[in-house]
């Protein structure tokens, strides 16, 4: 970590020789510790310059799936019920990991799922097709929270405005939802999809077993939500009340050790490819990819459920010179479907162009005038990655072969 980096990120970009993903790439935190100010940890290399993510993968080339699967049956046996009550939790908003877990849980493992999905921001018509495909062609039950979305449009803005991540009101849910929704509903097992090391969003340790760190969901100390503590927003905004604030605060301790809450990653489990698993899902789930080519990528099967994500992406290649397009590719050339080479061209094709589609409802929904958001986002590029050259910003430490000439 380089403290004199805008994140304390390394000062010196180091890009990997397998994929295309850098020492920028921040792990994945518990956000209701992030302060404005905050330092973040980073994708670790090994001495010949290959990330985490794509060692992961080499080691998972070495598992043995078939005990691993059986170390799955054996784990949801002590979870699974017979008096027809719902034996476990799945968290998502009807994308293809979602109803993917849902479904093979259901019929392959013969589990009761109950699925809790928190409202993305700014659902897209894609999104709201495939959370009712979920439930009317997969078929599952539901629960759908919405929170209140004059608060959600505030703490959005708060977001985006100190921290640059509009997204985060967003992840606070998706984070806590469900683990509160299984204490209320006396469920004692959660599953989420993939672990965060696929990504290298996380130490390699995480790793060890299929459990998630419930340090992500538990905070009993300082609170912060968009960089702020519940109190300075109260203030600023002398209409919110405690309660407006309920779904951003993350569990106590004292909650997760009065349950016997049990929350597990299935890819730990079970070999985890995104392509497979979009074929899976569109097969028994009814999973609809977009209409069209996702900004700033090539796909559209990922991340198309909320009009946020689009921007969230791009503010990540503000933040840490790592778009989408970089993001999805390393992910299918550690799992063989692309090439370097391949996922290079597509970078520099794509890689950092301005989420066009949905940027103007982002802004609208935030209530910032379109000038004032660029020069915010301009405002986090840090210096070691972003210089000015001729009035048009240029990453400094981007690969050669990427770079727009």
């Not at 993305?120 to 959370?131: A, E, F, H, Q």
């Not at 004292?254 to 979009?278: A, R």
């Amino acid at each position: 970590m380089d403290t004199n980096t805008k994140f304390g990120l390394p000062k010196n970009v180091v890009h990997c020789k397998r994929c295309l993903m850098t020492n920028q790439k921040p792990f994945s935190t518990n956000e209701s510790k992030s302060k404005i100010d905050s330092k973040k940890d980073s994708l670790v290399f090994n001495q010949e310059g290959v990330c985490a993510a794509c060692i992961y993968n080499d080691e998972k080339k070495n598992i043995n799936w078939e005990e691993r699967e059986l170390l799955l049956e054996e784990m949801l046996s002590k979870h699974r019920k017979t008096n027809g009550s719902y034996d476990c939790i799945i968290s998502g908003s009807g994308g293809k990991d979602s109803q993917f877990q849902a479904h093979i849980l259901k019929n392959k493992y013969n589990m009761h799922p109950l699925t809790v999905t928190y409202s993305p921001i700014i659902y897209t018509d894609v999104g709201t097709r495939n959370l009712r495909n979920w439930i009317n062609v997969g078929g599952f039950d539901n629960y759908l929270f919405s929170p209140n979305g004059q608060v959600t449009s505030i703490l959005t803005k708060e977001a985006f405005t100190n921290l640059l991540h509009p997204i985060q009101p967003f992840k606070f849910g998706i984070k806590t939802f469900a683990a509160k929704m299984a204490i209320k509903h006396e469920i004692d097992l959660i599953i989420y999809g993939e672990p965060y090391a696929e990504y290298g969003s996380s130490e390699k340790k995480q790793t060890d077993d299929a459990k998630y760190d419930l340090d992500w969901l538990v905070n009993d100390n300082e609170i912060n939500i968009a960089g702020l503590s519940p109190n300075e927003l109260k203030k600023k905004y002398q209409w919110i009340q405690d309660y407006d604030l309920n779904p951003y605060i993350p569990l106590k301790s004292k909650d997760i050790e009065e349950s016997n809450l049990s929350v597990e990653f299935l890819g730990w489990y079970l070999k985890w490819d995104p392509q497979e698993i979009y074929y899976y899902a569109a097969k028994k789930s009814g999973f609809e990819v977009d209409d069209q080519r996702t900004d700033s990528t090539y796909g559209r099967y990922t991340g198309t459920d909320d009009k946020f994500e689009w921007l969230h992406f791009y503010c990540q290649y503000i933040k840490f010179g790592i778009g989408r397009c970089r993001f999805d590719a390393s992910q299918e050339i550690r799992n063989g479907h692309i090439t370097r080479e391949e996922g290079i061209l597509l970078c520099r094709k794509f890689e950092g162009n301005i989420p066009d589609r949905y940027l103007k409802d982002c802004f609208e929904f935030m209530n910032i005038d379109e000038k004032d958001a660029w020069h915010i986002i301009d405002k986090f590029r840090p210096d070691h990655l972003w210089e000015k050259r001729n009035g048009e910003w240029d990453l400094i430490q981007e690969l050669p072969e990427i770079k727009k000439i």
